[in-house]
């Protein structure tokens, strides 16, 4: 299997999105490495918002509400999903599950050592962010879906 990864060309000069990249690998349970990419804004010290988009949509499609939630004293985390926007794509479609999703997010949370979070999922992220919650429930204030 290959893990494929936009370059970083095809991002430049997208309208409302001045956004510096954030990146953190995490390790599937095949062992097959993969590198989330992130949008992190706001002060460090606030209590994080963690966006999650759906399928087959990336960050981007929180563009104006990262602002908006910034703008407000949120930290926020908007979080491209493996498989979109910046984030690695396995090329093998049957890696892909809603358990290694999970898994994969769980981990991004816990490596981010993100606490006090607004969860807040849509779409196939509301099903990845959901489910996360049974590891990371300790890490989540508060759930919008």
Same mark, same amino acid.
């Given at each position: 299997?290959?893990?494929?990864?936009t &370059?970083d060309? $095809?991002?430049?000069g997208?309208?409302?999105?001045?956004?510096?990249?954030?990146? #953190?690998?995490?390790? %599937?349970?095949?062992?097959?490495?993969?590198?989330?990419h992130?949008?992190?804004?706001? &002060?460090r010290?606030?209590? &994080?918002?963690?966006?999650?988009?759906g399928?087959?949509s990336?960050?981007?499609l /929180? #563009?104006?509400?990262? =602002?908006?939630? %910034?703008?407000?004293?949120?930290?926020?985390i !908007?979080?491209?999903?493996?498989? /979109?926007? =910046?984030?690695?794509? &396995?090329?093998?479609r049957?890696?892909?599950?809603? !358990? =290694?999703?999970?898994?994969?997010?769980?981990?991004?949370?816990?490596?981010?050592?993100?606490?006090?979070i607004t969860?807040? $999922?849509?779409?196939?992220?509301?099903?990845i962010?959901? $489910? %996360?919650?049974?590891?990371?429930?300790a890490r989540?204030?508060?759930?919008? %879906?």
């Amino acid at each position: 299997m290959e893990v494929l990864r936009t &370059p970083d060309g $095809c991002f430049l000069g997208l309208p409302d999105w001045d956004y510096e990249p954030s990146y #953190r690998t995490v390790t %599937a349970d095949d062992g097959t490495e993969v590198r989330f990419h992130f949008v992190a804004v706001g &002060p460090r010290d606030a209590a &994080p918002v963690v966006l999650l988009h759906g399928n087959p949509s990336w960050s981007y499609l /929180h #563009r104006h509400m990262i =602002r908006g939630l %910034a703008d407000r004293g949120h930290r926020v985390i !908007a979080v491209d999903l493996i498989g /979109h926007g =910046r984030s690695d794509k &396995p090329d093998d479609r049957k890696w892909y599950s809603v !358990a =290694r999703h999970v898994d994969l997010l769980a981990q991004l949370i816990e490596g981010e050592d993100l606490n006090g979070i607004t969860l807040y $999922c849509q779409d196939w992220g509301g099903i990845i962010g959901l $489910c %996360a919650l049974e590891r990371v429930a300790a890490r989540v204030d508060r759930v919008v %879906a």
